[in-house]
């Protein structure tokens, strides 16, 4: 028996062996961000329950089975945010940025959902998500999506995504629709899985979502959300083609692309990949006009997305991108010289802002401290050892491919170093 502590199920660990891939990651998608001006906004991760309830939705799957709930010592209800958006706008309304303005928001961190745990589905998760408020017309549609096609390219992923596209029109265009697919459902309805059963009368539109065969089979000829479009959806989403085609963005059309959030109309997307099984969705967002005033707001046009960090993770673990090293200096010593190498590495951080030094410290052999030296990806190796204390210099091994070493005066080594990594990044940069 152990009495260890462990995690709770579907809530992981990053591992530092993992971190960099992540910070190298988010380090990107930061900068892709700030190239289109957006800007960040960091929100509580416990909400009131009610905002989600009203915000996704009472019938759909987070609210109804996904939501980490619990009354708080006040007996409040409170959730843990499922998703991002709810809390976004709720934020955005509170501190009164949507007067008057348009804004282009962006937040990321952990997000949680009750689901049944596997490789990139887990209960803690973590999400970029984006934001935009105030702009109607489908220029910004396309300008979220291009965003995102830029990021897969600075991850190189361009060529594992697809871009599936719909439109879910206005709320008359899909109330009529629903009646008609409902009506059809109906006629069905004994072929149809047993969830689709339930949601056909609750949530029918979620139908079309249902992954079972012979649902499938069925929604071949249910009646389409495309022949039920009002003009003004119509004119919106042909506006959005013409902006992809003309940036050269290719994509699918996926009429049965409907999302599982309530608050979605007109324009909804997806980013999928067939690298990931069943977790094939690394980015979905739309368009979501109704939302704000759902809310408690002034009606606000709004697009928004999500992307999921670990499915993410996942592809890029595959491609496995060259990271840069952390650390380029690796400074051993000897106990006697332990505490000249402590102030050298401080001079050191000084003079070479931006590069990753590393001391080591506690009692080891100088041939301990230089093997790890070589397998810590570092490009330097710099020794003060006993010799090197009472004569006065300081010795420098070139790790990786070279085994050079060289003996330098104290006073010129962060000058020569500072040189050497410039010769080499140059060297690495061709
Ligand atoms: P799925 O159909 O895979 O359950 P979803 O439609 O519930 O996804 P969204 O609410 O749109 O997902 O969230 C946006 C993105 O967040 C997803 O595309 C996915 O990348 C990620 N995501 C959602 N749920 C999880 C989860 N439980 N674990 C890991 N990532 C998730
Ligand atoms: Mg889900």
New binding site residues.
Partial sequence: MSNKITSIRGMNDVLPEQTPLWQWLEQRARAVLAAYGYQEIRLPIVERTELFARGIGEVTDIVEKEMYTFADRNDDSLTLRP?GTAGCVRAAEQHGLLYNQTQRLWYTGPMF?Y?RPQA????Q?H?IGVETFGIATPDIDAEVILLTARLWKELGLSDQVTLELNTLGDNDDRARYREALVAFLREHRERLDEDSQNRLERNPLRVLDSKDPGTREVLENAPRLADHLGDEARAHFDGLRALLDAAGVPYVINPNLV???DYYGRTVF?WTTTALGA?G????GGRYDGLVQQLGGKPTPAVGF???L??LVLLLEKRRPELPEPISIYITSDQVARPEALILAEKLRSALPGEGIFVECGPSQLKKQLKRARESGAMFAVIIGENEVREGFISVSVLGDFTEQYKLFKEDLAGWLSLQLKNLKNLNSL
Avoid: Y
């Fill in positions: 998703e959902r689901e990139g589905r887990s209960r998760f999400q999302r599982g959030l997806e977790q969705t690394v980015c979905a999500g992307m999921g670990e499915r």
